[in-house]
Structure formats: structure tokens, C-alpha cells
């Protein structure tokens, strides 16, 4: 069994910064890609941005130059460093993970961006 913890969800007003963290234990074998996605209120889930095991990273259009996707490999962890932050990154943030067992997604943190 694989489980995914993510924390650092909030409010932050416009132009702010956050950092999202993620991160797996338990039965995780190979992970070959991280990812975050999000989903606002009334709209379906969109991909936000992946990395690869070999750090290789793909952003959506909407926060591209704006946020950053990293890894600590030896932890695990994904995280989602994300600044200039606008209403409309309002949403709320899962993390997934694909490994050789299956795919695994983190409970959803929320983010709120207003002034």
C-alpha cells in the first residue's frame, strides 16, 4: 500500500507564493513519474505539471514560468513551488504519483487566492 501526504495548502493574496509538498511511503517500488493536478470548484480536473524520475518536467500553459515542480528522491517527495499566484490558480492541488504498482493520488490540499 502506497500513501501520499500532502501539506501546504492556504489562503494567499494575489502575486503571493506558496509551496505545496507531497510526499509517498509505504509499498513504493518505482515511481516514474510526480505529478500535481487541480481541480476548481465546478470544473474538471487539469494537469498542473510533472517530473519525470530523471527530472525531465512538463508544466500546463497556465503556470508556466510561474511555478516549479521539484523532487528530493531520497524523501519521496514532490514539490510544487508556486508564485505570482492569481484568483484563478484557485483550486484545490492533488499530488499523483505512477509507479510500477499502479498510480496514487494525495488527499488534496486547497489553495485560495484573494485579496
Known amino acids: 500500500q502506497v500513501q501520499l501526504v500532502e501539506s501546504g495548502g492556504g489562503l494567499v493574496q494575489p502575486g503571493g507564493s506558496l509551496i505545496l509538498s507531497c510526499a509517498a511511503s509505504?509499498?513504493?517500488?518505482?515511481?516514474?513519474?510526480m505529478g500535481w493536478y487541480r481541480q476548481a470548484a465546478g470544473k474538471p480536473r487539469e494537469s498542473v505539471a510533472h517530473i519525470s524520475s530523471s527530472g525531465s518536467t512538463t508544466y500546463a500553459d497556465s503556470v508556466t514560468g510561474r511555478f516549479t515542480i521539484s523532487i528530493d528522491n531520497a524523501k519521496n517527495t514532490v514539490y510544487l513551488q508556486m508564485n505570482s499566484l492569481k484568483p484563478e490558480d484557485t483550486a484545490n492541488y492533488y499530488c499523483r504519483i505512477d509507479t510500477s504498482l499502479g498510480t496514487y493520488w494525495g488527499q488534496g490540499s486547497q489553495v485560495t487566492v484573494s485579496s
Open positions: 509505504g509499498s513504493i517500488f518505482t515511481i516514474h513519474v
